[in-house]
């Protein structure tokens, strides 16, 4: 606790945005939401100075881009990387008991939360500083490998931009959540990233070897030539109608899904005229398990590239990814965890696309075992936080294990169900082809329903008044 309270304390000295003294209306939220992302899609279009014009033409790992809402050598590179980051490991940390913290107490929240926004610094300090060091936009000069062809000062001031932008967007993210936009800057750059995404694969008006990238344009221009429907049905190496169906399919699934809740029965055994419900959502763990995976992949990447730079090729960098001359991907476990591009692909290299499909769900059951159990989602937290937030019943309060017991029956089983169900929606994204990426597609529904759900609580605060006072707003 000691050393959160003094992560706590630094981040007092820190930059953030003021409170409002005032409840912000919703047309007034919607106008600074708009704002913060205006300014996010600036910084994401926005070169580093310094940096050569080639580096930001670099290719991008799609879950980077998707998860921390990044975009390679610009002022977003680091995305929300830093913040996601610091989050996760504070949230894991809580709920595993290594700090000793009661977040149900606003002081030890507060105490959190300050620690949580140093930590983010923290890590985008050194984010900024491994990316320089590691001359990651500029050429080598010759040997050793460190010899980097951009000079110190050059380095200095791109890792002073890069943790500045962390800075700007972490104001952004704290002004959003304080009240005077909706949701969260972190929900809303990655809706902004995927949506991004979506729209450039459909309407993209650039040729790639005299073939458009967009679908919609590469479909004008076959069917103009006099092809068929089937000639524009799947594609290789490109998104086909095939791909803009199973989008639609997948959001209308999701949409359903995220609005399913188990609801598990309550009686006692001396009073069985006495009945209740608990409504637990059906995808129980949401998407953090695709989640996982995809930052263990780009982990995978990342290692194997430290690696074979600067310990050489061998066995450790071909284990975790291996390249052909072309610099393709073509094993490793990297090479297995990476999704299928296409039907077309999936079904040319069999081997890849049921490995890929079980390494996601065997991955997708762990992670999601991982994550209730650290973050307070397990039977025994889940009945607690019912006793402590008035939750009565006879019989179970004097008990708690009685309610854990049965919580248990469901929680469990439900986490594996809804772990590999996710895993099989984004495992059919892929092999489809679908926009966004599976994973983009999980994240997007989800942010987009909770956006609903705060319009519409918002709009019923403003039409009925009086259920700000009975609420105690």
């Known amino acids: ?28 939220k ?43 050598g610009t002022l977003m590179e680091l995305g929300i990387g830093p913040i996601v980051t610091a ?41 900024a500083t491994m990316y320089v060091l590691a001359c990651r936009y500029w050429p080598f000069a ?23 932008a962390t800075l700007f967007v972490m104001m952004l993210d704290e002004m959003i959540q304080k009240g005077w936009g909706l949701g969260s800057g972190v929900s809303l750059f990655i809706l902004a990233g995927v949506a991004t995404t979506v729209f450039w694969d ?10 458009y990238v967009g679908f919609i344009p590469y479909a004008a221009s076959v069917l103009s030539a006099g092809g068929s429907v089937s000639n524009i049905l799947l594609r290789s190496g490109g998104r086909d109608l095939l791909g803009l169906i199973a989008t639609f399919l997948i959001i209308i699934l999701l949409i359903y899904l995220n609005s399913v809740r188990v609801e598990i029965p309550i009686t006692t055994p001396r009073l069985q005229t006495i009945k209740s419900k608990i409504p637990l959502q059906f995808l ?56 299928p591009n296409g039907l077309l692909s999936a079904f040319s290299e069999p081997a890849h696309l049921i490995i890929y499909s079980l390494l996601v769900l065997v991955f997708a059951v762990i992670f999601g075992i991982i994550w209730v159990e ?32 049965l919580l248990a029956r469901y929680i469990y089983p439900l986490t594996i169900l809804s772990s590999l169900i996710v895993g099989l929606i984004a495992i059919s994204a892929d092999i489809l082809g679908a926009y966004g990426s599976g994973t983009g597609l999980l994240l997007a529904i ?27 707003e």
């Open 284 to 339: 129980y763990v949401t998407n953090i398990p695709i989640l996982f995976i995809g930052i263990l992949y780009s982990n995978l990447i990342v290692f194997a590239t430290i690696t074979r730079t600067y310990v050489g090729s061998g066995a450790l960098a071909d284990l975790l990814a291996k390249y052909d001359s072309q610099g393709r991907l073509v094993g490793g476990l990297a090479y297995y965890l990476a999704a």
């Open 446 to 472: 989800g942010i987009l329903q909770q956006y609903y759900s705060l319009i519409a609580y918002e709009r019923t605060l403003e039409a009925y008044p009086m259920l700000k006072r009975l609420i105690g």
């Open 374 to 405: 650290v973050a307070g989602l397990n039977p025994a937290m889940q009945a607690q936080q019912l006793l402590d937030s008035g939750f009565e019943v006879p019989g179970f309060r004097r008990n708690p294990k009685i309610l854990e017991q």
């Open 87 to 127: 989050g996760l490991i504070m949230q894991i940390l809580a709920g595993a008991k290594l700090i000793d913290i009661d977040l149900t107490d606003p002081e030890d929240r507060k105490i959190f939360t300050g620690a949580q926004k140093t930590l983010g610094l923290i890590l985008a300090a050194v984010q």
């Open 202 to 211: 459909i309407f993209s008006p650039i040729q790639v070897q005299g073939v």
């Open 30 to 72: 919607l106008l600074w939401t708009a704002l913060a992302l205006v300014l996010y899609l600036i910084m994401a279009h926005t070169p580093l100075y310094g940096v050569p014009w080639e580096a930001t033409r670099q290719q991008q790992l799609m879950i980077l881009q998707v998860v921390f809402a990044s975009h390679s």
């Open 1 to 28: 606790m000691g050393l959160l309270k003094a992560m706590y304390e630094v981040a007092k000295y820190i930059p953030s945005a003021p409170k409002p003294t005032r409840r912000v209306g919703l047309g007034e």
């Open 142 to 164: 010759g040997n050793p490998i460190y010899a980097c062809t951009a000079s110190a000062t050059t380095r200095i001031i791109v890792a002073l931009q890069l943790f500045i």
